[in-house]
């Protein structure tokens, strides 16, 4: 951060909260001026995109009877910080959703693959390796296999983005982006594909909405946008589902969130296989003041997914 104007040079200068994604961290200056530098490393508290155009900047030199603050007008910068990403090891998945775990004996069908669904009649155009012969045998003309698409290597993470689900809870949100994070990252590392989405605006369409795709710059882009997002929708949760009805394939792994009471009945079209993966979140566990840091829990696992509570480490689900 460069300053713009004066103090040209004051020593042992104070920048108040000049991070505002590490609000507690300070940093002191023995001397400031063209030619000189500071490096520090910061920890960051919090996920977003922030903006730095300023400082606030005091000195109490020599002695400390008197100080000066000033505001010192930067040379703007962008920060991105990303949402936390745990090391994956394993993650221990219900039966019909294995497939993503890493640990099948063979790597799962390409996007694409295919599934018979009937046949009819040879048309002008189709494919000839698409001819079923034992069924154009018994008709005694050329028949063909219709196919339906399957998608064995794609996952949606569909966030709960409604402010009502976290009312006073950021905390749960939080760790719904972090497992979120975690899992696209370790997807896409897999070689699969990854779409998030999330929250419905007025209009009906998604707040939040990356369809699945693979590679690096899929990943980036996941990333950049779980930063931004917040909870800052109305829509409740179960509405939001039936709105992804035209971007189901069969074969999807659907992972959902649960911050409510209530468990959210599943569209028709979720109710196949293979099971949405759910994350339930003991919302009473995070609406507790604690007097301290609660004991780190594993943790629980549930039938079709994980139970998270306030204290649980999200790093023992991973490994």
């Not at 103090?7 to 042992?12: G, L, T, V």
């Amino acid at each position: 951060m460069e300053p713009q104007g004066s103090p040209a040079k004051r020593y042992f200068l104070k920048l108040d909260s000049p991070f505002p994604f590490a609000p507690m961290q300070r940093v002191f200056l023995s001397v400031c001026g063209r030619g000189h530098s500071r490096e520090q490393r910061v920890r960051c508290a919090k996920r977003g995109v922030f903006e730095i155009r300023e400082a606030s900047v005091s000195s109490a030199y020599p002695i400390g009877i008197f100080t000066l603050t000033r505001t010192w007008t930067a040379q703007p910068a962008q920060i991105t910080v990303f949402p936390r990403i745990y090391p994956v090891r394993r993650f221990p998945l219900p039966p019909s959703s294995a497939r993503i775990s890493g640990e099948l004996e063979r790597p799962a069908p390409s996007v694409g693959q295919e599934l018979i669904r009937e046949v009819r009649e040879y048309r002008s155009g189709d494919n000839p390796r698409h001819i079923h012969w034992r069924s154009s045998a018994h008709h005694d003309r050329l028949m063909v296999k219709q196919f339906d698409a399957i998608a064995t290597s794609e996952t949606w993470i569909v966030l709960d983005l409604d402010s009502s689900s976290h009312d006073r809870q950021i905390d749960s949100f939080e760790r719904a982006v972090e497992i979120a994070a975690t899992l696209a990252s370790h997807l896409i590392a897999e070689g699969q594909r990854c779409g998030i989405a999330g929250g419905l605006v007025k209009d009906g369409s998604l707040r939040l909405f990356l369809p699945p795709d693979a590679g690096p710059s899929h990943l980036q882009a996941i990333l950049y946008a779980l930063a931004k997002v917040q909870p800052e929708v109305s829509a409740e949760y179960p509405a939001v589902l039936p709105a992804l009805a035209a971007h189901y394939r069969r074969g999807q792994q659907w992972i959902l969130f649960d911050h409510d009471v209530r468990r959210a009945a599943l569209p028709s079209f979720l109710r196949g296989s293979p099971a949405p993966l759910w994350f339930r979140f003991d919302m009473e566990s995070f609406a507790e003041e604690a007097p301290g840091a609660p004991a780190s829990i594993p943790p629980a696992k549930l039938a079709d997914g994980f139970a998270i509570a306030r204290n649980t480490d999200l790093a023992l689900l991973f490994r």
